[in-house]
């Protein structure tokens, strides 16, 4: 009973997601959450794992115990990957967008440009824009595919820099090179506040380490001087 009931799990998490969730996300709809994550799916098997390797009774308990220490550590790893995957993006984006003026200055539709861009950039930006560029290309309402984009994490300055340009009449690929721009102005002032944090950080290790040559140099010497200048 105990591996079949393994052997289900393992197939239900390790099969890929079906048509409706690529279809999901190839519209922009919202994921359906009924499917749980990994670190639900580890916590949950920790207990059954723990039985079949210890038995009755040490087995379920030490699996319970354990349960919330896996799911700790695995949120925690997807926690890492989403945020290595949107720095990546951040880091793709100003590049992307620029691709994306060159074709729109030249009289390129956004989804031709949104296609381009996708082709020219590596993942994981580039599939984001592949999937923009499919919203676009089947998609009867633009603005329902920029409402959707703004509501990205990791895309809404791009969507919000479409609807800005559909509403105002201006040349969208005028506001879209101002995004870029923005972004990269945002990068740096990023990079030289971690540079000051590091440099704030490390003040107080380098000073404990020069404290004991100061001591030793200095103090040492000098107490060791003082006893000498003393007559016995």
Not at 74 to 95: D, F, H, N
Not at 137 to 143: L, Y
């Amino acid at each position: 009973m105990i591996p079949a009931v393994l052997f289900g799990l393992a197939v239900w998490f390790l099969v890929p997601a079906s048509t409706t969730a690529r279809q999901r996300a190839l519209f922009g709809g919202q994921e359906s959450t009924g499917r749980l994550n990994l670190a639900v799916v580890a916590a949950a098997l920790t207990p059954v794992a723990a039985f079949v390797m210890l038995g009755l009774p040490l087995g379920p308990l030490i699996g319970l115990g354990l349960a919330p220490v896996v799911h700790r550590s695995m949120s925690r790893l997807e926690t890492a990957a989403a945020r290595r995957r949107s720095a990546q993006i951040a880091a793709q984006l100003p590049t992307a967008l620029d691709l994306m003026v060159a074709a729109l200055e030249v009289g390129r539709p956004p989804v031709t440009a949104f296609a381009l861009a996708a082709e020219a950039t590596a993942d994981p930006l580039g599939s984001e824009l592949g999937l923009v560029a499919g919203r676009l290309a089947i998609a009867g309402d633009s603005e329902a595919v920029w409402r959707t984009l703004a509501t990205d994490r990791s895309l809404a300055p791009v969507g919000r820099a479409f609807r800005r340009a559909a509403s105002s009449g201006m040349p969208v690929a005028h506001v879209v090179s101002g995004v870029a721009d923005d972004l990269r102005r945002e990068r740096r002032a990023a990079r030289r506040e971690r540079s000051r944090k590091v440099a704030v950080r490390t003040a107080a290790p380098l000073g404990a380490c020069f404290l004991p040559a100061f001591f030793l140099i200095g103090i040492v010497p000098t107490i060791i001087a003082t006893f000498r200048s003393f007559s016995f």
